[in-house]
């Protein structure tokens, strides 16, 4: 019987650890692949009652490069983000990037100071003396704050980064037995980071909801609870828009909504579900 379950264990084991290199094993096919006429997609959309738009753009610099294997000639692009948010705009430049396996991952979060985050992850392949292909991940982290300001926050960025020099550790590597897997190289990974970082607050946000703008009207005065669900003195009325982002039901089988109301200020914060008039839109 121990042998048996023995067995099972071990072919268990095997059978993940072969899932979890399938994985891995995308990811570096993918990296094989020249992306110089690839387009990154553009994200449009609504967060916390703001207009959200993410666009990235890329151009050929001129150079070409051959790895030390001569399997791959590649050339390389500068690569712009674009971000607006409202009226406000923010731009970025990576030069230099190799056109292999170019990538972009967008991610976003709620913070808990009536703020919000951009996460995207740039990925490419590539090759050094050391290790003949690797894969190259470069994080970055822009804050939107409640008046819509966009801040670049290296500081929250490097807490993405897998070692003392990210462009040396932040890496998978192309190599019969892959010791050490850069963590962060799908987007439910990099919010697993984001919330374990305490960055963001997985509790107060549904991520289906964020790009969504689903209004609702409140039946009548309806007081604001903060994150503890306790009452403040604000508070909306009756005829208010609201988004709801994400509900829950508390010890007392109280429903709750988490919402956003974009008024003279922008609040997010939880209201009963009872106030709130789902018929009406």
């Known amino acids: 019987m121990m042998k048996l379950i023995f067995l099972f264990l071990l072919f268990f084991l095997n059978f993940s650890v072969s899932q979890a290199k399938d994985k891995i094993s995308d990811i570096i096919d993918y990296s094989y692949i020249n992306t110089e006429k690839y387009k990154f997609n553009d994200v449009n959309g609504n967060i916390l009652g703001y207009k959200v738009k993410l666009s990235f753009s890329k151009f050929l610099d001129g150079d070409e490069t051959i790895d030390r294997l001569g399997r791959i000639s590649s050339s390389t692009q500068n690569i712009i983000y674009n971000i607006s948010v409202d009226k406000n705009k923010f731009s970025k430049e990576y030069r230099g ?19 919000f985050f951009i996460i995207t992850m740039l990925s490419y392949g590539n090759y050094d003396r050391i290790n003949p292909w690797f894969i190259q991940f470069i994080p970055d982290v822009f804050e939107v704050k409640g008046d819509a300001s966009i801040i670049n926050r290296e500081d929250l960025a490097n807490q993405f980064n897998n ?32 919330y374990e970082i305490k960055m ?16 609702q009207i409140l039946r009548g005065k309806t007081y604001l609870y903060d994150t503890n669900l306790i009452i403040t003195n604000m508070y909306l009325v009756k005829g208010d828009k609201i988004n709801i982002l994400n509900e829950k039901i508390d010890d007392n089988n109280q429903k709750w909504y988490f919402i956003n109301y974009k008024g003279k200020k922008n609040i997010n914060m939880w209201i009963k579900a009872e106030d709130v008039d789902l018929k009406e839109k």
Not at 200 to 215: G, P, R, V
């Open 200 to 215: 963001c607050h997985k509790d107060n946000i549904n991520e289906n909801a964020l790009m969504q703008s689903t209004k």
């Open 97 to 115: 990037i190799p056109s292999h396996g170019q990538k972009i991952i967008s991610s976003f979060c709620i913070g808990k100071e009536n703020n």
């Open 163 to 194: 070692g003392l020099d990210p462009y040396f550790d932040n890496r998978i590597v192309d190599e019969p037995n892959i010791n050490k897997i850069y963590p962060y190289y799908s987007e439910a990974k990099i919010l697993d980071r984001a």
